[in-house]
């Protein structure tokens, strides 16, 4: 494959992951009072360099954690599952909300079915950080974060 070609690829991921992330957003609007600006549209530079990265369970953590404490612009976040169960979690969450009150856009989406996201959405609610439900008619079953 040529290289061009794969960076289409990735290019056209990356911007369908977002339109979900988007989409998943939008919809979770309306599940909630609580009003929140509209994600900034930014365009890809031209010749910019977009990195994807898939990483491995026994990785998950610390370099999320390590990607997360990097960003200083914007933090998306649609997660299916997100318990704040555990210590690496509370970690994330803390950083999320650490992130927001820094001035980071922080825009988190989380799966309605699921009860033990509750604790979660409470805890970045509480803090400030723009959180919302999907709607409980559709099943948002993503792990996406930009």
Known sequence: MRRGSATSIVLVIVIIASLAFYA?????????????TQAPQQPIPQGGCIKLEIINDRDYYPKLLDLLSK????????????????DEVAKVLELLISKAKKGVDVKVVLENTIDENELTYRRLLDNGVPVRYDTRSRTTHTKLII
Do not use: C, H, P
């Not at 957003?25 to 909630?32: E, P």
């Open 24 to 36: 998943g957003f939008r919809l979770g609007q309306t599940q909630t009072q609580q009003i929140v």
């Open 71 to 86: 960003a200083n612009k914007s933090i998306y976040i649609s997660m299916f599952e997100f318990k704040s169960d555990t």
